[in-house]
């Protein structure tokens, strides 16, 4: 049994999309282990995203980010990390294939700012930094 961390992000929650992802990790069989909403700070932001701090993309990401809240919350399941960043789809919503979440629900780039729906931790040394991160279990 694995474990991942998963964000939906402040374009998700202002779209009123949260059931809708949450069905779709329901529907999937995952475990909703841990859920909870809170606006992220522009450190923990930071944190998080640290491997792209150098980008030139960085602040704006940041300010995306911080722009409402958030629902941040633990997936349990077997090999839930694959499973899903296979659900969301590529990173930019241009490139993710009707199905995803990020094919379903998202546009374009719009002014250099992927909103892309969701996170998901991309390796189980990434699940573990940023639930210790985010909701400090
Ligand atoms: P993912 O969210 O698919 O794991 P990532 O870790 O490479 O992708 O990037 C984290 C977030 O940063 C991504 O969800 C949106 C933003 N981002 C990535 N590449 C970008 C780019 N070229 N321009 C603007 N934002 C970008
Ligand atoms: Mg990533």
Known sequence: MERTFFI???DAVARGL???VIERIE????NLEALSMMTASPELIAQHYEHLADKPFF???VQYM???PVIAG?????EVIKSWRDMMGA?????ALPGT????FATAPVDGIVANVVHGSDSAEAAEREIGLWLGK
């Open 27 to 30: 529907r999937r069989g995952f």
């Open 91 to 95: 990173t930019n919503p241009l490139q």
């Open 74 to 78: 633990i997936l349990t399941g077997p």
């Open 66 to 68: 911080t722009s409402g």
């Open 59 to 61: 602040l704006l990401l």
């Open 101 to 104: 979440i990020r094919g379903d």
């Open 18 to 20: 949260v059931g809708q």
């Open 8 to 10: 939906i992000k402040p």
